[in-house]
């Protein structure tokens, strides 16, 4: 199975891309379901799709073609439905005062539910084999690093706080309750959790692995989008994603020769040189803007013509995963692709089995193999696009 990402700025174009490729994926004779990640949704605005349709089939699988079809994943139900038993305590917890420190600090741990919905889905279609690729309109970076780095932290969750806490829970409450005044949490709490990690089981796999797993960044030729096309790619790697694909959408065709529009060409002419120098090796497709907006299934076909010609819009096109795992005389080396970002953004430690990177606010708990967790951390280096963790060994 193949799942591919589109996200970017607001704006920028994500969902009639998303729009387009699925399309052409489903011509082309590939059972696709192309999926919206965003709360505000506006895949089915893109198709021009009948609004009685959508009150009707709200959050559902809509078949829009022989082998296409879409779903606006309903945040307010799939947090229902999933959630409840955790949904009910954590509401109950916000309305009570005097909120305990750690139980905060946990509250602020636990993932957020509208991306869980999401992956949900997603792990739930993987596991039937229900589609040959999913496509996703996410939402613009920011949440979209959310919905990638949850995975991991879900993970961390389980293994760290989750298993510790059960217990204790099971030990202390009859005490606890009467020393506190926050209501602790009960047994549904924690199968309600349990149940959830068991469904997103593997999910990890899936978007780690660039044979099925690929992202493409929808950027437009303006310094303030390019800007952060850079962070997304550098958080992306951060989380172990493959970008195969950078989309520059909105170019002003070289017809336009009004004298108004004069700085806009030049200016573009000028980050599109930029685009190339950051981000080549990864393929860079470039989308002129169009005559018009792009509503509706012709206008998809002729924007899935200017961004794939006649490929397949489900191939990989570009596959290094941005970690490696390397071994030189006594040295291990994890190595990760982290380009526009500087040592002294990168703040690095260990503990026990695992490796962990903070970059800004994004933190990555990145379990290292077994062979490698038991080895002694013995420098860092940054060196053009890629950061590099030595780890001693004392084996010959
Ligand atoms: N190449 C293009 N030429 C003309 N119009 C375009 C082009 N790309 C996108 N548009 C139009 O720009 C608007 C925004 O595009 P779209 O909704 O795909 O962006 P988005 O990144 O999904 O936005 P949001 O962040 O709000 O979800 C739409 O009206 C769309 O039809
Ligand atoms: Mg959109």
Redesign the pocket.
Known sequence: MRIILFT?K????????SAASALRSAQMGHKTLVMSL?AAH?LSD?FDLDQRLLDHKKGALIQLEEKLWLQEVDVQEEIQRHWGEVYKYLAMLLNTSGLDEILAEELAILPGMEEVSSLLYINQYAREKAFDVIMLDCA?TGESLRFISLPTTLEWYMRKVFKVEKHLMKVMRPVMSTMYSVPLPDDSYFESIQSLYEKLEGVDKLLNDPTTTTVRL?TNPEKIIIKETQRAFMYFCLYGLCIDAIVV??ILPPQVSDEYFTNWMNTQDRHLSQVEEYFTPVPIWK????KD???GKEDLIHLAEALYADKDPTRVFYAESPYKFLKENRHYLVQIKLPFVSKADIDLSKSADELIIRIGNFKKNMVLPRRIAGARPSGAKVEGNTLTVFFETLEE
């Open positions: 970017g607001g704006g920028v174009g994500k969902t009639s891309i965003d506006s893109s613009p929808i959408n909105r989308v002129n803007l169009f907006e792009i509503v």
